[in-house]
């Protein structure tokens, strides 16, 4: 299990509980976390699960695979830190995890 903190873009924040092996999408679907839409249900078929990384977790989470990087390009306001959540597993390594949502989802 690890704690993810969801924040979103006022500044709102939700602690949810995600199983390992589950992705940082289904975790927030779970727990009914505002700003993720997720309409491909984690297919990496869209952009409406699009997340900001906090810059601390970079490393942990990883780069984008070139599939999401393409994805990405579908997603609003996409910064260095975007991440479609739906692409970053859950581990202990990433108990701790905070993301930002957008003030809106592609």
């Not at 924040?7 to 700003?35: D, L």
């Not at 997720?38 to 997340?51: K, Y």
Request: proline letters at 5%; aromatic letters at 4%.
């Amino acid at each position: 299990m690890a704690t993810i903190t969801f924040i979103e873009h006022n500044g709102t924040e939700r602690a949810v509980e995600a199983e390992t092996g589950a992705t940082v999408m289904e975790a927030a679907i779970r727990n009914g976390v505002p700003g993720i839409e997720a309409e491909c249900g984690g297919a990496c078929a869209c952009a409406t699960c699009h997340v900001y990384v906090a810059e601390e977790w970079m490393a942990a989470v990883g780069q984008p695979a070139p599939m999401e990087e393409d994805m990405l390009d579908f997603a609003f306001d996409v910064r260095p830190n975007s991440r479609l959540s739906c692409q970053i597993k859950v581990s202990d390594a990433l108990d701790g995890l905070r993301v930002h949502t957008p003030v809106r989802q592609a």
